[in-house]
């Protein structure tokens, strides 16, 4: 029987990806699983073959093209979104979408993002050892989102709780009473900014208009309810992987201390070398095809590897490596073509302000615990993100 693509990703895997990518890849480039109806998903994992299907107009977000039964991505309420849409719908969708997160919007929220990594390091500026997670990695982009959203903190906070019971599966709160919970906060949020509209994301989304096209309601609060998501849990395990990954490589965290100026270089190693998304969203077959050599039948479920491919050993000298000295960074993390993450400058930004601010600050900065203890994470299928749950690091100040 073949294995089940949830429990290939064991906390073993997500420990160590690049040891457990590369015995895939060796395997095979792409593999016949199970999904968790049961139903066969076949996962890619090759850089050339991971890039060439996510602009293949051949594979389809929409599930109605799926040919056997399949659990959505995210609750049905959020099907209106742009990872569930083909063109045209997905075209007018995302054109719509990005009149609202314009690079302007973006670039107006560094002073406040470098206001608040600076509140967040001060906080813990005295303290022997806190997790990275709780005081920094978690806090920043909830204070974010919230700015750019226009709505406060109290209240992102409040999704955070309902979206890690619907969507991650835990905490106290349970999945059949966070659900309904969470899409109430929403209308709530967009009942408020239509009677106070003001200079922020949210508004503007309310008000974006192509033509006689809007976004309808259903569409509105799935995509309200998807950057909420996307831009909070997406961004912690960001900073998370990313900071454990620079505690272990002592040698390359040096450097950075001293040429502070790669960090965004170094972002962009960190995305390709232990980017959070596991998994692009899946996608069917709209007829059989063929990839790597293998024949995919129409209806299908094709789920591709965006970290297997960033460490295809054929696309990258010597993948498993972070090396700073790499030139060629270029990666699929936040996709490719027409389905390319909307929030990846802010992702970026966020990165390079954090990692700059803490090699600024902190000229010692280790692991509290052995890189073997740190707790991951249980893997969601609705999510395929990856991350620690916990980080404790030990700080010595100037």
């Not at 906080?123 to 406060?152: Q, Y």
């Not at 030139?327 to 389905?339: K, P, S």
Request: hydrophobic share 45%; proline share 6%; aromatic share 6%.
């Amino acid at each position: 029987m073949a294995e089940s693509i949830n429990a290939l990703f064991d906390e073993a895997f997500l420990a160590d990806i690049q040891h457990g990518y590369r015995a895939l890849s060796a395997r095979a480039r792409v593999h016949e699983l199970v999904s968790t109806e049961g139903a066969p998903v076949w996962l890619v994992m090759g850089y050339d073959e991971v890039k060439s299907a996510l602009g293949d107009s051949r594979l389809s977000l929409d599930r109605r093209n799926a040919g056997s039964s399949v659990r959505g991505v995210f609750p049905s309420q959020m099907n209106a979104t742009l990872l569930n849409r083909d063109p045209p719908d997905h075209t007018r969708l995302r054109r719509l979408v990005n009149q609202a997160f314009t690079a302007r919007r973006v670039e107006l929220l560094r002073p406040a993002i470098e206001r608040t990594v600076e509140e967040l390091l001060a906080a813990v500026s005295s303290a022997p050892t806190f997790d990275f997670i709780e005081a920094i990695a978690a806090p920043l982009p909830i204070r974010v989102i919230s700015d750019l959203l226009g709505v406060p903190v109290s209240q992102t906070m409040r999704f955070r709780e309902l979206a890690a019971s619907l969507f991650l599966q835990v905490g106290p709160i349970s999945p059949a009473e966070s659900g309904p919970a969470l899409f109430e906060l929403v209308q709530d949020l967009l009942r408020a900014k239509r009677d106070a509209p003001s200079d922020d994301l949210l508004s503007a989304l309310i008000s974006a208009r192509d033509d006689e096209d809007k976004l309808d309601e259903q569409e509105l609060i799935s995509t309200t309810l998807l950057i909420l998501f996307a831009g909070f849990e997406t961004t912690v395990n960001l900073l998370s992987t990313g900071m454990l990954t620079l505690l272990r490589h002592d040698e390359q965290l040096q450097r950075l201390r001293q040429q502070p100026a790669l960090v965004s270089h170094a972002v962009e190693e960190l995305l390709r070398y232990c980017g959070p998304a596991q998994l692009a969203i899946r996608r069917f077959a709209l007829e059989d095809m063929e990839i790597a050599g293998v024949t995919i039948p129409r209806g299908g479920i094709v789920v591709l590897c965006l970290a297997g491919a960033n460490l295809d050993e054929g696309r990258y000298p010597r993948a498993n490596d972070f090396d700073l000295d790499r030139e060629d960074v270029a990666h699929l993390a936040f996709g490719h073509g027409l389905h390319f993450c909307v929030g990846a400058p802010l992702a970026r930004m966020e990165a390079s302000l954090v990692f700059a601010a803490l090699l600024r600050q902190f000229p010692q900065l280790e692991l509290a615990i052995s890189a073997e203890e740190v707790p991951w994470r249980p893997w969601s299928p609705l999510t395929s993100l990856r991350g620690p749950s916990s980080l404790p690091v030990r700080v010595q100040t100037r």
